[in-house]
């Protein structure tokens, strides 16, 4: 396959690298070679199998605009941009495009989602929330904290789940979900040790997405298909 890797930051060079491992052609472009998404063209796009975007928010919607657009795919693992989400699924829908987004793309955070949704179940507990990433990372509280704070919240009706981030240094990504009562505690926790992981799963993502036809999907509802 021949993947587009939008971003060379840390995670993105990975993506690129990681791809390459797995025996995909590869091609990337920086924010700077492709502001305002104006190297997606057409011509630019030919033979693409699927685009991956690791950018930041303003940037991911313009270059999702542009994909979609084409009726071509993308994997987007750029956080902070959700609220225009609908947005993007009605472009899919008309143009033909198909796009997959997660909050997280590491395989470990996807068994935290399910683990939490089942912890979530239980009575006379309160649940909070806590994430720590590198002192670059633009949103905060994490996506990832989001999608963990929604799950926690649908499963406990009115509850407040309070969200603590910290930014240290070149912090991978770790994420607490905590339940306290009046007698014990429980915690759930995931470390990243590396960025592979989150790649790792992108890369998969592409692959997947690589043979579907015009759609949006959530990771977390897809990557036990990988």
């Not at 829908?93 to 470990?108: C, D, K, Q, V």
């Not at 043979?211 to 990988?226: P, T």
């Amino acid at each position: 396959m021949l993947f587009l890797v939008l971003g060379k930051g840390k995670t993105g060079s990975l993506v690129a690298e990681i791809a390459a491992e797995r025996g995909h052609g590869v091609r990337c472009l920086d924010i700077y070679e492709n502001r305002n998404a104006s190297a997606l063209t057409a011509p630019t796009l030919a033979g693409i199998d699927a685009v991956i975007d690791f950018t930041a928010p303003e940037a991911a919607v313009e270059n999702m605009r542009a994909v979609l657009a084409l009726g071509l795919k993308i994997v987007v693992g750029t956080t902070g941009w959700y609220a225009q989400l609908e947005a993007m699924k009605a472009i899919a829908e008309r143009r033909g495009g198909a796009l997959l987004y997660g909050t997280n793309f590491s395989i470990g955070v996807q068994k935290l989602f399910r683990m939490t949704a089942e912890l979530a179940n239980l009575e006379g507990y309160t649940f909070s929330v806590a994430e720590t990433h590198h002192t670059s990372k633009v949103d905060a509280p994490s996506g990832t904290a989001h999608t963990l704070q929604e799950i926690i919240e649908k499963a406990q009706p009115g509850a407040e789940v309070r969200v603590t981030s910290h930014r240290v240094g070149d912090a991978k990504g770790e994420h607490v979900v905590t339940a306290k009562s009046d007698v014990d505690m429980l915690e759930l926790r995931h470390d990243a040790y590396s960025r592979r992981g989150f790649a790792l799963g992108a890369v998969r993502a592409a692959e997947w997405l690589a043979h579907q036809k015009s759609g949006v999907w959530d990771f977390r509802d897809v990557f036990g298909q990988l």
